[in-house]
């Protein structure tokens, strides 16, 4: 990264790994895939390294992998 690369204040691409995260293009936040909420990198603790997604809290993870069929649902 060098000076030129932006200031960082929009939105952030992220490359999510497991118990970590780079940052590909540099910004102060990154969008929750459930709800569209911005997620400052600072705050950022929940993601799919397998979707390459982010989850603004723990319930939003919870929603996005029943989404995706890795949980059961509440319909009978």
Same mark, same amino acid.
């Given at each position: 990264?060098?000076?030129?690369?932006?200031?960082?204040? !929009?939105?952030?691409?992220?490359?999510?790994?497991?118990?970590?995260?780079? *940052?590909?293009?540099?910004?102060? @936040? &990154?969008?929750?895939?459930?709800? !569209?909420?911005?997620?400052?990198?600072?705050?950022?603790?929940?993601?799919? *390294?397998?979707?390459?997604?982010? @989850? &603004?809290?723990?319930?939003?993870?919870?929603?996005?992998?029943?989404?995706?069929?890795?949980?059961?649902?509440?319909?009978?």
């Amino acid at each position: 990264m060098n000076i030129f690369d932006g200031s960082g204040k !929009g939105a952030a691409r992220i490359r999510y790994l497991d118990a970590n995260f780079e *940052v590909v293009t540099p910004g102060s @936040y &990154v969008v929750c895939a459930v709800t !569209g909420k911005h997620i400052p990198l600072e705050e950022l603790r929940y993601w799919s *390294v397998a979707r390459q997604e982010a @989850y &603004v809290d723990a319930h939003a993870s919870f929603e996005a992998e029943k989404r995706v069929g890795a949980l059961p649902t509440d319909k009978s």
